[in-house]
């Protein structure tokens, strides 16, 4: 969820305040960090598979 946020988040900034770049930067530096949270807990809960 919280994902999605930032998600709608960059779209408004980008489109509202183009010229802030280093708001923008922080805010995907965010999304990307949540999203490999989101990844490690994922494969805490279901690792893979052995060959």
Known sequence: MEH???DALI????V???DDELALR???K???LLRD???R???EIE???PA
Request: a positive charge.
């Open 41 to 43: 807990l994922e494969a």
């Open 30 to 32: 965010r999304r990307l």
């Open 47 to 49: 690792p893979p598979e």
């Open 4 to 6: 999605a946020d930032l």
């Open 37 to 39: 949270r989101i990844a």
């Open 11 to 14: 779209d408004q900034a980008g």
């Open 26 to 28: 922080r805010l995907k």
């Open 16 to 18: 509202s305040h183009p």
